[in-house]
């Protein structure tokens, strides 16, 4: 079965530093990534996904991911820090169980709480 | 303004009294679904649906319905509802053939 973990529930950093929010990922076959945030009162966004191609994908916001498939990770990254990034932010992989029916349901994190501090 | 809107946003009620959440879209989506998420456990998948009148059963569907009579809208019923499906509820909305997912603004309930 398709799963992702994100290790740390919160990730605490000061503005202006790079920020790396974790997640790896158990998968058969190849993976279908995503990120997506969640600011306070408001729903998911996607920020950025992997499909195929360069390791290391650019999303919204400034924010990066970089794939790797020896440590089935796919780590969040952004190389600058805002106190506006502060948000939960989740890691999902795409599953392709036949059960699904081809439609493209995701399986989600826990979540990491990141916290940018002035 | 393409967008996936819920209401209520907040609701408070009773053990066994039947409410409904409703979700509804401007994007022309062929999917649908609803998730709960509660801390620690990120967001499970409640139900999908695939197209009008096409429904099924995500990973924690007791004590959940939906429907699917239109192709923007997408109810979600608790027919008697119980404490442990207090949580923060989501819809969403995709198009067939795109992995982006489109989320509403979150229904939080609370079943005393």
């Known amino acids: 079965a398709q799963s992702v973990a994100q290790p740390e529930d919160q990730v605490n950093v000061a503005e202006g530093n790079p920020l790396t929010v974790k997640c790896t990922y158990s998968?058969?076959?190849?993976?279908?990534l995503f990120w997506y945030v969640q600011y306070p009162n408001r729903g998911l966004q996607f920020l950025l996904k992997?499909?195929?191609?360069?390791?290391l994908v650019k999303g919204s916001y400034g924010f990066e991911a970089e794939f790797n498939k020896s440590q089935t990770s796919f780590h969040l990254k952004k190389p600058s820090a805002l106190v506006s990034d502060s948000a939960l932010y989740f890691c999902?992989?795409?599953?392709?169980?036949?059960?699904?029916?081809?439609?493209?349901?995701?399986?989600f994190g826990a979540g990491t709480r990141l916290a940018v501090h002035p | 303004e393409a967008q996936v809107t819920q209401n209520p946003r907040y609701l408070i009620t009773v053990t066994g009294k039947k409410l409904t959440v409703t979700c509804s879209q401007n994007?022309?989506?062929?999917?649908m679904s609803w998730y709960r998420q509660d801390p620690g456990l990120g967001l499970r998948q409640i139900y999908y649906?695939?197209?009008?009148?096409?429904?099924d059963k995500g990973d924690v569907p007791e004590g959940y319905k939906v429907s699917r009579k239109e192709k923007r809208n997408f109810p979600l019923i608790l027919e008697s509802p119980s404490p442990n499906q207090t949580s923060l509820y989501f819809c969403?909305?995709?198009?067939?053939?795109?992995?982006?997912?489109?989320f509403g603004p979150g229904t939080r309930l609370t079943v005393l």
């Open positions: 649906s695939m197209n009008v009148e096409v429904t």
């Open positions: 992997y499909i195929t191609g360069d390791n």
């Open positions: 969403a909305s995709s198009s067939r053939g795109r992995d982006e997912q489109f």
């Open positions: 994007m022309n989506h062929e999917y």
């Open positions: 998968v058969s076959g190849n993976p279908y």
């Open positions: 999902a992989v795409r599953d392709f169980s036949p059960v699904s029916g081809g439609y493209n349901k995701l399986i």
